[in-house]
């Protein structure tokens, strides 16, 4: 396979005043990985989860994240703060 070629990726916010947490964006291919590496040169933090960017690809930027979603997106954002959180024990 190509590089890039059948790669996704997802960008998800989570606000407490909303229902559930927002697809901020998503893209496939080439774009997912141009996107990958723009977080990661921005510092935001990129979490690979095949099954769940998967699942997220059909959905619409702007449409929260649905129920049964949940529990896999909240393990990326444990995953994330505990990352965070690490960063800045070490500084």
Do not use: C
Not at 8 to 14: E, N
Request: proline share 7%.
């Amino acid at each position: 396979m190509r590089k890039g070629v059948g790669k996704k990726a997802i960008a998800l916010m989570y606000d407490p005043s909303l229902p559930a947490p927002l697809i901020l964006a998503s893209a496939s291919g080439h774009s997912a990985e141009r996107m990958a590496v723009l977080a990661e040169q921005a510092g935001v933090p990129v979490v690979a989860d095949e099954g769940l960017a998967e699942g997220l690809i059909p959905l619409d930027v702007g449409a929260l994240v649905p129920f049964e979603y949940w529990e896999l997106v909240a393990r990326v954002f444990v995953f994330i703060r505990k990352v965070d959180h690490e960063k800045e024990v070490r500084r």
